[in-house]
């Protein structure tokens, strides 16, 4: 059997993390008096702290000095922290452990690759961390998807040519990085704005035991 590297996306693929993302960030927004909309907080998604952070100022028309925009940052960050510091196991997203066991049952390489700085807190939190091997966050790159520096680390550490690594993602930003790192791309979202992955399932639960034997073998 072929070893293949799976690299898995955090928030919005193994936890829903977006959801807080975005309550913090529309608390920070409201209080410097811009507004800020769920459709606004879909181009968040896969988006860096400081990217963020700065595309919500452009929307507001908002230039802040420097120091300003560090205190801006750790304010939604400890606000983002006390909403996920509840966080347990029931919060993983539907059959998303199925496909990780069944992955560490075929003996496949498994590396998280998120743009989180909070993704190991997270994990310990909902009790995944020892099924990654290699764990690659917002702590570990330079780059912020769609550069591909996150998945090609993971490989990397991995030992797996880019080639043999199947990405799994649910924002634009990631698929384009996963895309530009030569690896599988597989949406987990809305068909429509994921289009440019190799495929797009809803979520976990529409992934076969079948189609992940064909990721492994093919
Ligand atoms: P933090 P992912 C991304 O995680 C989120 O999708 C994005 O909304 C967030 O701004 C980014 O992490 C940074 O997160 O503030 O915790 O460092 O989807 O790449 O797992
Ligand atoms: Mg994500």
């Not at 990631?174 to 790192?181: E, I, M, R, S």
Request: proline letters at 2%; a negative charge.
């Amino acid at each position: 059997m072929s070893k293949k590297g799976f690299i898995f996306d955090l928030d919005g693929v193994i936890v829903d993390t977006a959801k807080y993302h975005f309550l913090a960030w529309k608390k920070l927004a409201n209080e410097i008096g811009i507004d800020f909309s769920i459709e606004q907080n879909e181009q968040l998604k896969g988006v860096s702290r400081v990217k963020s952070l700065e595309k919500i100022l452009a929307w507001g028309n908002k230039e802040v000095s420097q120091d300003k925009f560090m205190e801006l940052m750790a304010k939604k960050n400890t606000d983002y922290l006390d909403f996920i510091a509840s966080m347990k196991e029931d919060e993983i997203l539907p059959d998303v452990p199925k496909v990780l066991n069944h992955l560490i049952d075929k003996n496949q390489a498994i590396a998280l690759g998120s743009a989180s700085k909070n993704a190991r807190n997270i994990l310990r939190k909902v009790n995944l961390i020892e099924q990654f091997e290699v764990i690659v966050d917002g702590n570990d790159v330079t780059k912020a998807k769609p550069d591909p520096e996150v998945f090609l680390n993971a490989a990397n550490s991995l030992k797996i040519k880019a080639k043999d690594c199947i990405v799994f993602e649910d924002s634009v930003a990631g698929v384009q990085a996963a895309n530009k790192a030569n690896m599988v791309s597989i949406g987990i979202g809305e068909k429509d704005v994921l289009h440019e992955a190799s495929y797009v399932f809803k979520d976990f639960t529409e992934i076969s035991v079948a189609f992940i034997e064909k990721l492994i073998n093919e």
